[in-house]
Every structure is written in C-alpha cells, then in structure tokens.
C-alpha cells in the first residue's frame, strides 16, 4: 500500500483516501451503536425498532399459519410466495377443523398436497402442516380467563415452541389466524409468556363503523378464545375483504408459472367462494404488501357487557390510544393483483 493512501499530504489537506478512511471509521462506529459487541445487549426492542409500515410487525417478523380449508381462497399461495419473495419466514402451518370445514382429514390432506405443490415448484421454506385436533374452548364457571380449561393441542404446542426459539425482543412472531382462534388462547393457557413472543393477525369478523365486531367470519367459531386473544396478546384483526375472484381469472391462467405450483393454481381457481366475505389471504397482506393497509385504528377489548354479549361473539373493539389492539379499516385492495403477477412471473421466486 502507498503511503498516499494512508496518510494527508504535506500540505495538512485531507485526501480522497482520508475521506474514505474516515467514512468507514463512521460506519463501523454506527454498526458497533445499532448492532453492539458481543456480551452486549442490542440497543433495540419492539418501541424502537420502527416497523415498516402502518401495522406493529412487518415482512421481517416469522410467520405461523393457522387455518382450517385450503381451496376457498389465496392465503395459502401468497403466504409462501410472499416468504420467497421478500417476505417473511414460514415457520409453521397449523391445520385445524372448525364448523366451516368440518373434516381434519381432508383439511389435512389439502394443505400437504399444496405444500407438495409448492416444494416442486421450487419455492423454499415451506415447512410441513401440524393437525392439530380441538375443541372450542369453554368459558369458566368464575368467567376468568386463566381458569379456563386448556386442550393442549398440537398447534397450541407449536405456537409456543417456535416463538420461544424465534421471537426476538424487537421481533415477535406472528401468527396468521383464518380459522378459529381456540389454537392461539390454548397457546395461552399453557404458557403465559407467549404474549411477548407472538402477535395476532386474524382474517376475521366485520366493520361497524371504527369499531371492530368479533363475528363472522371466522369470529364466529370460538367466542370463548375470542374473548382470550383480544385481550391478552397483541391483536390486529383484519375485517375488510375484497373481490379475489379478480386476482387469478379465467383468462389469467394460461399466464401461470409453468410449474406444479402454477398447475395447482389453476385447478384451485374454479374452487374459489365468490362470498364477499371471504379472504383468508388478508392477513398476510396486510402484513407485507407495501401500502396494502389504508387505514388502521388503535383499538381495546369493550368487555363492559360481559361474555356472550351479543352471543356468539368476542368483545368488540373500541378506538383507544394506547389499546393491545389495532383494527384495519380500510385496504388499498388492487395492490394484491398488481404484487401478484409480477412475483409469479419473477423466476427468482421459484429458486431459479
């Protein structure tokens, strides 16, 4: 090396080199601040690590899903295409039952062969689905959450072992709900830690006004770990839908990845609802998509008229400035199609 490149010439004035030298002293200086040494804590945590976006967690945070059916809507296709595109990490898939999709066997068997599907077509991390076999759980005698009765389910057993080996401080896992939440209150009940390890993002209910009801769909099916998850984990519920027969049409699907996990798209696409209320997909949009959230509502948990009030149905939620939950209002809700078709046309996506 010259001596030009490591010292400031004669005349006292800085060099390029200098320059150089002195913005990397800087840049090591800011890593050492944001990132530490080792045998110190990092100078990050979940009020200062600024999420990308409107939500609390972003594409950086691990993702579980739980779900019931496989075949009336695209959550399960943009949940793995998201995580081989930029987004976040598939930890784990739950598949449960519920009153909608009644066989846990057939559920099963649906989400293995999309799972096979997604594995030959070349996307990466998709990890293999957890049955997990339960009732709806049932409200106490004394009406108190912690005397609830646990099932101990295989999903609640997941939910909890993965976010003890994957949450961090500043990035807690979230679990994506589209079926009945009775996996994530059991998650609870066996370790009440997990509500600093795990956020909440459910598909779920309806919109009156800026207040968030717990009904159908989805809110419907286990009041009882309703009323469990909105208050005691960090909760975002997603009510808006929208038209996804317009993501995947008739006409879209000659245009499909050539691969096993295109042709499995294609023979979903006729099995869609066209129910305005389906849309199980919402939660891992809202996640991730760029601007996909329009407007969110910093919200809590009305218990003032107590459990099963109206029946069927978790407490609704409220506006309020330092609530456990937000409430998605409104949805920029063409940004799925036009985030769709350009990752499935990207060969990166497919490991190519």
Known sequence: MDRERCHSNPAGNPTPADSRLRMVVISLAVLVMVVGIPGCERNLNAGTDT?????????????IISNDGWSDNWGPEYTVLLANSGGPELAGIIVSASKYWEDLNANLTGWNNFVAAARDGGL?????????????????????????VANH?????????????????????VVLAATRLTD????????????????VVASLGSL???????????GDLDPWADWIVAQRFKYIQVSTV???????????????????FGDWM????????????AGDQMAALAVVVPNF??????????????????????PPLIPSSDGNAWLVTAINSGLARAWLWPTLGDPHTFGR
């Open 153 to 173: 389910s295989a999903g609640a057993k997941l939910i909890v072992e993965l976010s003890n080996s994957l949450s961090l401080p500043w990035r807690p896992v």
């Open 242 to 260: 929208y038209d996804q027969l317009q993501d995947v049409t008739t006409d879209d699907l000659p245009d499909l990845p050539k691969n096993r």
């Open 184 to 199: 994530i209150a059991d998650a609870y009940l066996m370790d009440r830690g997990v509500v600093d390890r795990v956020v």
């Open 124 to 148: 990466r991390g998709v990890p293999d689905v957890t049955a997990s076999a339960s009732n709806p759980l049932a409200a106490p005698v004394d009406g108190q959450i912690e005397s609830t």
């Open 208 to 218: 009156s006004g800026a207040k968030g009801l717990m009904t159908g769909p989805n």
């Open 266 to 277: 294609a023979a979903k696409q006729p099995k869609l609802s066209n129910l305005s209320s």
């Open 51 to 63: 999420p990308h976006g409107p939500l609390t967690v972003d594409e950086r945070n691990p993702v």
């Open 293 to 314: 959230v329009a407007t969110v509502v910093r919200s809590r948990s009305d218990i003032s008229a107590g459990f099963n009030s109206p029946v069927g149905q978790g």
